[in-house]
């Protein structure tokens, strides 16, 4: 948006510096992938051994996803000295773990009362794949050197976030 050189990340730390703000939707979201890790055992070994840790630190440290959450938004929003593009992930991430909460809210909601699993797995296995889809394409697109830009509104949100410095 600002310029070209900015959809460029350069050097290897940089671009694994942009993928590590990605933890905080897989952390908050994770829960939603339970139906595919009882249907995929393989998907769900490989998720209790990647994210089973930090996911239990999320679960018992007392606003660990908070203090995460305003560590990349806050933290990283008007601090010039660190790379524009790892600010911009940031802010995406952010962005994603917000989106979040509509299905969060609605998931809530049902909770107490007996919906049948053939509703509620199909519900929750698309919020799934829709925040995983986003995260992956995040963390790929960085890895290569691109800055994620593709996902709608939530890009150029973040785009604006972190403005043109």
Partial sequence: MWSKDDDEISGFGNRVKCCFPYLLPLLDGDHFGRFIYERIPPLGLANELLL????????HVPFFGLAFFLALTLGTRFNFDMDRNIRYNAQLAALIDIALILPELIASGFEEGDVPRSITEPCSNFVWYAYTTAVVYC??????????????YLSQSAEWMVGPF
């Fill in 52 to 59: 089973g840790p930090l996911v239990q630190i999320n679960n």
């Fill in 139 to 152: 963390m790929y697109s960085n890895l290569r050197g691109k800055k994620p830009s593709g996902i709608p």
